[in-house]
């Protein structure tokens, strides 16, 4: 078991997947996105961002309004489509996208044939080049007709908003989903050719126990799914209004919490199921993750742990983030100031932050750390990060071999706290962040 230590876990820290995180971004210029977007080549990935859901969970804390206002949605859908030519439009013909991932909110909130419309505008927009197309799914909206659409375009992978099989637990974050209908959704999704399969699950919910999270991971892996993101549920009302329907004190405790992470662990790594960073699991040998994790080529970004090698992805939709090398932009967060810009053909982003050298060279090291379980740190920075790092180091968790700082088994799940003494912001925010575990 994991070696339990609530004092170094009592800081939120960030879940990096983007340095600097969102917490430093500020006003952001069209022209430098512009900029960023003309001077883009090579290979490209795409976000779309599809902010409605037809029920919204208690819990999330994703930027998602309900999909029953027909009229709002085509005209987000509209602008939507704006964008896409727009910023098509900026990229220089040596840029060609290779992956396609759609999310949200949930993306079959909308129609298949409007799916299937959205990638047809990609297409005749962007240079594609044979480009790996995923999507998140709720299963709770998931139908034949859109298991049809996933077939024609080609989706190669699908990621499932399961959290967890416990009845009472569904309830209590407003997540009602039968087994019987995650089972139906799988066998679509494998027969219209996704090969990649992931589940959402995740601990810490109110009225959980160790017992529920076991048989959830249990009935996951018969399921077959090829991958696994193990999240613990971060409860920050104050950040997330919806989050005031949940019970807090039916949550479970810090150090239940922390067990339920480490059972978590345990289960799946000896079933097969090969860790990639500190939540993600992918079978061992098939899945494309899996690999990259034995080879040593996974990344992190907006999307988690990815096998995906571009140094540019592009966010299309409402509080979308691109990432560009010395750049990341963040689009209009409001649904209708995003379909007002958008409609007028303006570029819609609205925050952001450049990344200076100095950025760059953290962003890599909490990228190594996170991926990798070790970095090569700053010589001139050691004696204060020997310090920092201290605490850590006595009790195994880390280990310093001249400059070379090392996540040993144990720290594991103490890798985000041990990344943000690397972080130079979190000396200067106050803003809140999720728990460490």
């Given at each position: 078991?994991?070696?339990?230590?609530?004092?170094?876990?009592?800081?939120?820290?960030?879940?990096?997947?983007?340095?600097?995180?969102?917490?430093?971004?500020?006003?952001?210029?069209?022209?430098?996105?512009?900029?960023?977007?003309?001077?883009?080549?090579?290979?490209?990935?795409?976000?779309?961002?599809?902010p409605f859901c037809e029920k919204i969970c208690f819990y999330c804390g994703c930027n998602t309004g309900k999909s029953n206002r027909q009229q709002r949605l085509q005209s987000y859908l509209e602008a939507l489509h704006s964008e896409i030519e727009l910023v098509?439009?900026?990229?220089?013909?040596?840029?060609?996208?290779?992956?396609?991932?759609?999310?949200?909110?949930?993306?079959?909130?909308?129609?298949?044939?409007?799916?299937?419309?959205?990638?047809?505008?990609?297409?005749?927009?962007?240079?594609?080049?044979?480009?790996?197309?995923?999507?998140?799914?709720?299963?709770?909206?998931?139908?034949?007709?859109?298991?049809?659409?996933?077939?024609?375009?080609?989706?190669?992978?699908?990621?499932?908003?399961?959290?967890?099989?416990?009845?009472?637990?569904?309830?209590?974050?407003?997540?009602?989903?039968?087994?019987?209908?995650?089972?139906?959704?799988?066998?679509?999704?494998?027969?219209?050719?996704v090969t990649s399969l992931n589940f959402d699950l995740m601990y810490g919910l109110p009225g959980q126990t160790r017992d529920d999270l076991l048989d959830s991971l249990q009935r996951t892996r018969v399921l077959g799914a090829d991958r696994i993101a193990l999240f613990g549920y971060a409860h920050v009302p104050h950040v997330v209004p919806r989050q005031r329907a949940i019970d807090a004190s039916a949550l479970p405790d810090p150090a239940t919490r922390f067990a339920m992470a480490d059972l978590g662990f345990?289960?799946?790594?000896?079933?097969?199921?090969?860790?990639?960073?500190?939540?993600?699991f992918a079978k061992a040998g098939s899945d494309p993750v899996a690999r990259a994790a034995f080879d040593g080529r996974v990344k992190r970004n907006f999307q988690g742990f990815t096998d995906d090698p571009s140094e540019t992805l592009i966010g299309l939709g409402a509080s979308a983030i691109?990432?560009?090398?010395?750049?990341?932009?963040?689009?209009?967060?409001?649904?209708?100031?995003y379909r007002m810009l958008a409609s007028q053909g303006q570029l819609t982003v609205s925050r952001g932050i450049g990344k200076s050298p100095a950025d760059q060279t953290t962003a890599a090291l909490i990228e190594s750390l996170l991926c990798h379980g070790r970095a090569i740190l700053p010589v001139e920075q050691m004696a204060e990060l020997r310090t920092a790092l201290c605490p850590f180091t006595v009790r195994g968790l880390a280990s310093l071999d001249g400059n070379v700082l090392t996540i040993t088994p144990d720290g594991l799940p103490y890798s985000r706290t041990i990344a943000a003494l690397l972080d130079p912001y979190r000396t200067q925010s106050r803003r809140p962040f999720s728990a460490a575990v």
């Open positions: 078991m994991w070696p339990y230590h609530p004092d170094l876990l009592a800081t939120p820290v960030p879940r990096y997947t983007s340095y600097p995180t969102a917490a430093e971004f500020g006003e952001m210029h069209a022209a430098d996105y512009r900029a960023a977007l003309e001077d883009a080549s090579g290979p490209v990935s795409l976000y779309l961002h599809i098509a439009s900026l990229l220089p013909k040596t840029a060609f996208v290779t992956r396609i991932s759609f999310g949200g909110g949930s993306p079959n909130a909308i129609s298949p044939i409007e799916m299937l419309r959205l990638v047809d505008a990609l297409t005749v927009n962007f240079q594609l080049d044979n480009p790996v197309f995923s999507t998140e799914l709720d299963p709770r909206t998931m139908s034949a007709d859109w298991a049809e659409a996933i077939r024609a375009i080609g989706f190669e992978r699908a990621s499932l908003g399961v959290q967890t099989f416990a009845p009472q637990c569904q309830i209590a974050i407003g997540r009602e989903q039968s087994e019987d209908l995650i089972v139906r959704t799988v066998d679509w999704l494998r027969d219209a050719g345990t289960y799946l790594v000896g079933r097969s199921y090969v860790p990639v960073g500190f939540d993600h691109s990432s560009f090398p010395n750049l990341l932009v963040q689009n209009e967060k409001n649904t209708g100031r």
